[in-house]
């Protein structure tokens, strides 16, 4: 049997004298120690977390919950995403609901009526920050409150659609209803042309939000928070509210109607031509441009 000589004891080398101690200045002491936030999801940051919600609808994640049903179990999986997931917080929210715009958005464009230059001429970030941290200001705000007006149409579209695909799977004697179609004709237009009055000059338009609780002055440039368009068969019609309009409530006076166009682009240059009249005082508050 072979055997190992101890280590030898511990001396101090002759090159390396031991050094008297120096306490550390004060600006080289540590602070106090902070306590350290609990791991959980939700402290995920935003990258890690769209990967993982994004992969409870990947069949080849769980290969053996799709083996029965794919479509079904597929169908109930974004039905607990879009009921489940995006109640949990803020974060959750985000993720999901970008997710969800990301997958039934081929199918809005499909069924949108005609030609425009941008479905969503309004940007709608979800993104609060790389690290999911973002500005204060904007992590104290609602979700909705940077939500482009189409883009709340879609938002509302998915809801039918999502609800519908549910039912289909769960009873074969579901009938498609009318309530895509109805959020297509009468919802989307008036959204996409409100969306589009910011792309109106700021002497006219004000995208930034009115402040103070006070209803907004009957003049120029007119903010673009408190906006409305009512479409007619010929008309498009331009209210302003004395709250911001998602707030609802509060009445509505009119500001200007002008004469439909074969598109939305084209109705929000006339509405343009019209606002540019009456800063001119060429037509009245509440006049007609045909």
């Known amino acids: 049997m072979s ?3 101890p280590p030898p004891p511990y001396s101090p080398s002759a090159q390396s004298p031991p050094q008297a101690f120096r306490p550390l200045p004060q600006s080289a002491r540590p602070g106090p120690s902070r306590p350290r936030r609990r ?3 939700s402290t995920l940051p935003l990258s890690i977390l769209h990967s993982i ?3 409870t609808l990947d069949p080849k994640a769980t290969p053996s919950l799709f083996r029965a049903d794919s479509h079904e179990e597929w169908v109930r999986r ?4 879009f009921r489940g997931l995006r109640g949990v917080d803020r974060r959750f929210y985000l993720v999901s609901t970008s997710l969800l715009r990301e997958l039934y958005h081929p199918a809005y464009l499909s069924a949108l009526r005609g ?3 941008d479905a969503f001429p309004h940007d709608s970030p979800l ?16 979700v909705f409150a940077r939500r482009g007006r189409e883009t709340a149409v879609f938002d509302r579209w998915i809801a039918v659609r999502v609800g519908s695909e549910l039912r289909q799977v769960e009873s074969s004697l579901s009938e498609e209803g009318e309530a895509e179609e ?6 989307q237009p008036v959204a996409r042309i409100e969306d589009l009055l910011l792309t109106l000059p700021p002497r006219l338009i004000s995208p930034q939000p009115e402040t103070g609780s006070s209803p907004p002055p009957r003049s120029l440039p007119l ?7 009512n479409l007619t068969p010929g008309w498009a019609q331009v209210y302003l509210h004395p709250r911001p309009y998602t707030a609802g409530g509060g009445g509505r006076e009119l500001v200007l109607e002008v004469r439909r166009q074969k598109d939305a682009e084209g109705s929000v240059r006339r509405i343009g031509d019209g606002l540019e009249d009456l800063q001119r005082g060429l037509v009245s508050w509440g006049g007609r441009v045909g």
Request: charge should be negative.
């Open 53 to 55: 919600i994004a992969y």
């Open 223 to 229: 903010p673009h928070s408190h906006l409305s368009i």
């Open 3 to 5: 055997t190992f000589e």
């Open 127 to 142: 993104d609060p920050g790389p690290d999911g941290g973002g500005d204060a200001t904007i992590q104290s705000q609602s």
């Open 182 to 187: 109805d959020v297509i004709k009468r919802l």
């Open 115 to 117: 030609a425009s230059t």
């Open 78 to 81: 974004v039905w607990g995403m």
């Open 39 to 41: 791991a959980s999801l």
